[in-house]
């Protein structure tokens, strides 16, 4: 199984056409106003109009007001959601598009009843549990809380850079992994050699894993 990569919180045109003509399979945009890498509908809008055919557009969500979701939605045309507050499943449902629910993992969290409770996700995302910050927080957690095998597809974040995004898809046989600030020169702006490192590190640990599966 190819392990899908999603390149997250992108804020400009550059580097989303960069990102996407470097081959991963989709592109993140940050929504909550906190980050450092959040940003406006226009931009939003800017960089929509160069995605590619078969990027995948995913935008992030905290805990928003359902009115500001539905502005942003059909703003900006996005293929999917992904929410990181205390959205309940049908907060998530409610919008009509796919969705991914983020999972803060820390020792003793129970994944598997999570994504049950979540049961009409695309996919459940794992990032490290930082209390306060409800995600982005550049942390990898142990990836030893998480299950061997599991039934529904798993997006491992937090922390993942070109030195260690094998070891995670080894260890965790993820559907995708999401990097953000381990590609990044500064803050918001990606580094297109780091992204074509990541993705090298990603298809390396694929083929050591093919090889010993």
Known sequence: MRTRVKVCGLTTVEDAREVAQAGVDAL??????ASPRAVTLPVAQAIRAVVPPFVTLVGLFVNHEPEEVERICQGVALDCL??????????????????????????GFDLVQFALKYEKAQGILVDAYVPGVPGGTGQTFDWGYLPTHSPYPVVVSGGLTA???????????????????????????????????????????????????
Do not use: T
């Not at 999401?178 to 083929?207: N, W």
């Open 163 to 213: 030195h260690n995004v094998g070891e995670a898809i080894c260890q965790v046989h993820p559907w995708a992994v999401d990097v953000s600030s381990g590609v990044e020169r500064e803050p918001g702006r990606k580094d297109r050699m780091r992204v074509r490192r990541f993705l090298a590190a990603v298809a390396e640990a694929q083929r050591r894993d093919g090889e010993n599966g």
């Open 28 to 33: 993140g945009l940050v929504f909550y106003a």
């Open 82 to 107: 992904q929410f990181h507050g205390d959205e309940s499943p049908a907060d998530c449902d409610r919008y009509g598009l796919p969705f991914i629910k983020a999972a803060r993992v820390q020792e």
